[in-house]
């Protein structure tokens, strides 16, 4: 920024519009020293469609391959359960989780991350959060909670059809919503694996209504679009 200010400020010829484009402090880099990129997000990124599959454990499965058939799956929101708490609880009846393989090698996510839903509420209105995080959670001295998001959005189905004017739901209908996730841009280790957290209320980041609602998923219809670096072959 100091080399900004001095070329465009005082006039002074030190090249830096010839910088990179883009600098991020890394996982493990100290602020002061970022890692240069030509661009953001990467230029190298590009979107990977994500589908969603019940399984028969505690979640379910993120994973490249499409549905074959029509799948469904309800949880009920509950405000009063951080969002925290979902994603570290092994089972939940106030969320859903689908988790991708064991990386192989590390996976560089650059940009913004977005989801396809399609739900149907129990009421006429009703929250509706996500959150991309690695597991397994990290406890190790030293780090914080947030260390495992990646990144998170929020959404009214309300708005499925305009951001600007909403309108009621009609129970048990079926809604198809498109929003975009927090741009970020990170490197998830090999090793770890890739969560998608669906739930309702975040008591943190949206009102927080009685608990009860009812937030029903259809499977073969929703999806994660996650901007990869290198694409579907690094994913795979």
Known sequence: MNRWFTRYLHGIQNGVEHD?????????DKQKNPTPYEAYPNP???QVKLHLKPNNSNYGILTL????????ETFSDDATI?????AQSNSS???LLYVSDILKEDLHISGVSNITVKAASSKPAVNFSVYLVSLPWNKNKGTKITDNIITRGWADLQNHASLSKSSPLIPGKFYTMKFDLQPDDQIIKKGQQ?????FSSDSEYTISPKPGTKLT????????YLPVVGGKNALD
């Open 93 to 95: 009846d106030h969320r």
């Open 20 to 28: 990179p484009k883009a600098w991020i402090v890394r996982e493990n």
């Open 44 to 46: 190298k990124a590009s």
């Open 194 to 198: 890739i969560g998608l957290m669906l």
């Open 217 to 224: 998923i259809d499977l073969k219809e929703t999806m994660l």
């Open 82 to 86: 951080t969002a925290i708490s979902l």
């Open 65 to 72: 391959e499409k549905l074959n058939s029509e799948e469904q």
